[in-house]
T-cell receptor
Framework: QKEVEQNSGPLSVPEGAIASLNCTYSDRGSQSFFWYRQYSGKSPELIMFIYSNGDKEDGRFTAQLNKASQYVSLLIRDSQPSDSATYLCAVKGNNNDMRFGAGTRLTVKP | ETGVTQTPRHLVMGMTNKKSLKCEQHLGHNAMYWYKQSAKKPLELMFVYSLEERVENNSVPSRFSPECPNSSHLFLHLHTLQPEDSALYLC???????????FGAGTRLSVL
């Protein structure tokens, strides 16, 4: 079983729509959760982090965490073509070991 | 610019070569990391250094040898690599092992 699982996509949404990216994890003791954005040929860039159950909003981005169900999601409102990238979910456990998913490729079509 | 600089950006080497990747962070962080990113696979953690001491080695082959001379610099020494080692090698740093990690731009390595 993969430790951090994401749908590889590609996920395609029209400009202005809401993009919903999902991630599940296997380690129930995980404490910290991160979303990174990676443009083609570039390094991962931190978008959001969340530690507590519920929603956390930052501009057009909302991270949602449900520890009981072991999933974390990222919503992107009013999607723009510049949001087209691969989104990496990362999960950190009690031992500070960071595990990444393989990423979901998002395409926002004008 | 994230404050984490990696050189070279691209490297092509033969299987018998010896080369080194360099990472420098200007963020005042105490922890540094090496990751390997292969196509369509998750980022794989290779090495973790905290306060210049290696705290984790995720069963990486000995042909990869890390060095951390101080908290700002991290090297990955490469020798007798295999074609399957071709990948993007990313360096990251964080304030401490529990902190948010910031990545460098990576070195794209091709082993012929």
């Amino acid at each position: 079983q993969k430790e951090v699982e994401q749908n590889s996509g590609p996920l395609s949404v029209p400009e202005g729509a809401i993009a919903s990216l999902n991630c599940t994890y296997s380690d129930r003791g995980s404490q910290s959760f991160f979303w990174y954005r990676q443009y083609s040929g570039k390094s991962p860039e931190l978008i959001m982090f969340i530690y507590s159950n519920g929603d956390k909003e930052d501009g057009r981005f909302t991270a949602q965490l449900n520890k009981a169900s072991q999933y974390v999601s990222l919503l992107i409102r009013d999607s723009q073509p510049s949001d087209s990238a691969t989104y990496l979910c990362a999960v950190k456990g009690n031992n500070n070991d960071m595990r990444f998913g393989a990423g979901t490729r998002l395409t926002v079509k004008p | 610019e994230t404050g984490v600089t990696q050189t070279p950006r691209h490297l092509v080497m033969g299987m018998t070569n010896k080369k080194s990747l360099k990472c420098e962070q200007h963020l005042g962080h105490n922890a540094m990391y090496w990751y390997k990113q292969s196509a369509k696979k998750p980022l794989e953690l290779m090495f973790v250094y905290s306060l210049e001491e290696r705290v984790e080695n995720n069963s990486v082959p000995s042909r990869f040898s890390p060095e951390c001379p101080n908290s700002s610099h991290l090297f990955l020494h490469l020798h007798t690599l295999q074609p399957e080692d071709s990948a993007l090698y990313l360096c990251a740093s964080s304030q401490d092992p529990s902190g948010i990690q910031y990545f460098g731009a990576g070195t794209r390595l091709s082993v012929l």
